[in-house]
């Protein structure tokens, strides 16, 4: 199961497991994106998920348990910007929202994995963070706390669920030319090939981060060839922390104030 699974980074890593023979539930908020891509996968079914709403993603799990059997791996997914702005500025209510979502629905995907994976005595659970969760001053305030927190909660998790067969880990993605990115540089989710040239100038590798890059990332850290592996934080940012001024734009980006907090701009 992966929650924003209908386009960016979630999209790609749906593509990615079918590739690898998996099923998938393609949960996501986006109903009518998420239905086409899983008629395009074959081996996919969607569910129409927000997961700030606990049931939802009980829901979704439970449906994936009906229809394959099983659940093998969770991928924590959906995301938004969520709320901008100077500490003193920002309203408790868009706060309260982002942490929702960033934060109470990776809380909501862990917990009703965990409910199934324990029986099963195994799976893997992989949520994404940012490299905003490993450093300070790449995004708005309350999207660097709940990245953080991610990461933490990966950690306290995995070491509860590791005698259960079960690993915990963590995506940080770097700058990824997704939607949401582009709408942050450009104010248009749809010119992601100007993204990708924005991102690459600043890249310390001189390179942009794709959704496949970080979807090869998360299938690796579900498979067995990462079967030692648990809470890890695995950094996909071809350097980008290694020159943590290159990439202030969550921060500063005046599209990317205008667009902050739409539900629809997921990672």
Not at 143 to 153: D, R
Not at 201 to 212: D, F, H
């Amino acid at each position: 199961m992966i929650t924003g699974a209908a386009s960016g980074i979630g999209a790609s890593t749906a593509r990615r497991f079918v590739d690898e023979g998996a099923s998938v539930v393609i949960a996501d908020l986006q109903r009518e994106a998420a239905e086409r891509l899983a008629a395009d996968l074959g081996r996919a079914v969607a569910a129409t998920v927000d997961v700030a709403d606990e049931a939802d993603v009980a829901a979704a799990v439970d449906l994936a348990v009906d229809r394959f059997g099983r659940l093998d791996v969770m991928v924590n997914n959906a995301g938004i910007v969520g709320a901008v702005g100077r500490i003193a500025e920002t309203p408790a209510a868009a706060w309260s929202e982002t942490v929702s979502v960033l934060l109470d629905g990776v809380f909501h995907g862990m917990k009703h994995a965990a409910r199934v994976m324990v029986p099963q005595g195994s799976g893997s659970i992989v949520s994404l963070s940012s490299i905003a969760g490993v450093m300070g001053g790449l995004g708005p305030h309350c999207y660097t706390a709940c990245k953080h927190a991610v990461i933490g909660l990966t950690r306290s998790v995995a070491s509860e669920l590791a005698a259960n067969g079960i690993r915990v880990n963590v995506v940080a993605p770097g700058n990824t030319a997704t939607g949401m990115t582009a709408a942050a540089i450009t104010g248009d989710p749809d010119a992601v090939d100007e993204a990708v040239e924005a991102i690459a100038a600043m890249s310390p590798m001189k390179t942009a981060g794709l959704p496949r890059d970080i979807a090869d990332a998360i299938v690796f850290l579900a498979s067995d060839e990462a079967r030692i592996i648990t809470g890890h934080t695995l950094v996909v940012d071809a350097g980008q922390t290694t020159n943590g001024g290159s990439a202030r734009f969550h921060r500063q980006s005046p599209a990317l104030l205008r667009e902050a907090g739409r539900r629809e701009l997921l990672d």
